[in-house]
């Protein structure tokens, strides 16, 4: 058993917090890579409403728990430790880098690096109904579940994510003749009324009262004038908020969208500190967030055989002059023994 108290000497090669697509791809990589690996996870997916994934290449259709699941039992064959609770608190261990990571139940650990795969979570309308039919009969995400709508009544919600909402009618025509946008509180230019028009979205006058629905189902949308509009699903654009707390508070930099700021590997501006999936990318799926923390992964470890070859370095060379722990190694570049293939 790898958890550790905080009292205990053993440090984490990696902790990685959140086990959705994006953490546990990364276990999976740092498993295989042999490194001693923790993945402490709240069990709260982002996609968890949802009955289905859709568009993961060998897994579409699979329920989202389920390839969770299948993505735990693969990182445990290689000595992963997965502990369901939540972080609360991450901080510096204060003489190089490395962290010290403290669950709800008072469990801390500490490790080397940290790999943060919180998602983000969505923040809906605040209109009757919307809540409850989330993931179901609203939705998101047209190229995750219009298919399974394809010439259904579909509306659209115009929301605070003006841009997000407008493209979305557009997009929807894609999979049904008959869509309608429900600017709600937004007001359209001339132009983007001539542009909706042009694509055959329909622009419905009056403001979203709520969502009539039956048995789970969406059925119509009410106006606040009373009238209802029968529609078996409605896109709505939610305000996407990442769960980036661990992050900002270690000092992560955060981007001009407003998500903390990473390079093409996942480092972010702290060393030791990566994110990967919808923490730091809101236009991640399912597939994107498996890539993102593969590649997240692969970093870490290059990054931890930096760090091992310079504490080596620092440990095997006193002052003027090669030790004979150095003059070993040479030898073993040489032909002699040397452990690594590459
Ligand atoms: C309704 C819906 C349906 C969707 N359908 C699809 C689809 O069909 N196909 C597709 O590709 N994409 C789909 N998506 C998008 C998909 O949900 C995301 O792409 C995916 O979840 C991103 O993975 P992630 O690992 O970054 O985050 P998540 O899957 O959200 O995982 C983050 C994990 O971190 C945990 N966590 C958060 N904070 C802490 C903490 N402090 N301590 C410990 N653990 C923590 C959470 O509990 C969660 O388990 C859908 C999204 C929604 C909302």
New binding site residues.
């Given amino acids: 058993m790898l958890m550790r108290t905080h009292t205990e000497t053993e440090i984490l090669d990696a902790v990685i917090?959140?086990?959705?697509?994006?953490?546990?791809s990364a276990a999976l990589v740092l498993g295989r890579a042999r490194r001693t690996v923790a993945v402490?996870?709240?069990?709260?997916?982002?996609?968890a409403?949802?009955a289905?994934?859709?568009?993961?290449l060998s897994r579409d259709g699979m329920a989202?728990g389920e390839l969770l699941t299948v993505g735990r039992s693969e990182s445990q064959t290689y000595g992963v430790e997965f502990k369901q609770?939540?972080?609360?608190d991450v901080s510096w261990r204060g003489i190089e880098p490395g962290f010290v990571v403290e669950l709800s139940g008072g469990t801390t650990l500490e490790t080397r690096t940290l790999l943060v795969?919180?998602?983000?979570r969505?923040s809906l309308p605040e209109i009757p109904g919307i809540q409850e039919l989330?993931?179901q009969s609203v939705?998101?995400?047209p190229?995750?579940?219009a298919y399974e709508i394809s010439d259904e009544p579909i509306g659209v919600l115009g929301g605070e994510a003006r841009e997000m909402s407008l493209h979305q009618a557009f997009l929807l025509r894609q999979w049904s003749s008959d869509v309608m946008f429900f600017p709600h509180h937004i007001s359209l230019t001339p132009d983007e009324r001539a542009r909706l028009a042009a694509r055959g979205v329909t622009v419905v006058v009056g403001q979203v009262s709520g969502l009539i629905c039956e048995r789970g189902e969406l059925k119509a949308v009410e106006l606040d004038n009373g009238q209802l509009v029968p529609r078996s699903a409605l896109f709505v654009a939610p305000r996407f908020i990442p769960?980036d707390?661990?992050l900002t508070r270690l000092g992560c930099k955060t981007g001009p969208t407003g998500f903390v700021a990473v390079d093409p590997s996942g480092a972010t501006s702290v060393p030791g500190v990566w994110g990967?999936?919808?923490?730091v990318d809101p236009r991640?799926?399912?597939?994107?967030?498996a890539a993102?923390?593969s590649t997240a992964a692969i970093a870490i470890n290059g990054y931890l055989v930096e760090q091992d070859v310079e504490s080596a370095l620092r440990s095997t060379e006193p002052e003027g002059g090669f030790s004979a722990a150095v003059e070993q190694r040479v030898c073993e570049m040489n032909g002699g023994s040397a452990r690594h293939g590459f």
């Fill in positions: 917090v959140g086990g959705g697509a994006a953490g546990l402490i996870d709240s069990g709260k997916p982002r996609n409403p949802a289905h994934v859709h568009g993961f989202p609770d939540d972080v609360v795969a919180t998602g983000l969505d989330w993931g939705l998101h995400c190229y995750c579940h769960n707390t661990h990967a999936g919808n923490v991640a799926q399912v597939i994107g967030a993102a923390g």
